[in-house]
């Protein structure tokens, strides 16, 4: 229950830098091997650099204040990063 806290506070930081862009981030689950699995919604979701944004912005935020986090997936796009 704490990593899930930490997970959500990490992504509340980030949240408004893709607000900024019409996009925004929603946790989906967070698996027994600490995988992170998260939904780009608005613009995130077609960005050309949503893929940057998930590798160095979100899952850099999430790794930093939670670093038993292995990895970070974005399940609507189907790549990890």
């Not at 946790?27 to 919604?41: A, G, H, Y």
């Not at 050309?48 to 930093?64: C, F, N, P, V, W």
Request: a negative charge; aromatic letters at 2%.
């Amino acid at each position: 229950m704490e990593m899930l806290r930490k997970v959500e506070e990490a992504l509340e930081l980030i949240r408004p830098y893709l607000q900024a862009d019409g996009g925004n981030v929603s946790l989906i689950e967070i698996t027994d091997d600490n995988i992170v699995k998260v939904e780009l919604m608005g613009a995130c979701r077609s960005c050309s650099m949503s893929m940057m944004t998930l590798k160095a912005g979100i899952e850099e935020a999430i790794k930093r204040a939670v670093p038993e986090i292995k990895s970070v997936e974005a399940i609507n796009l189907n790549v990890t990063a």
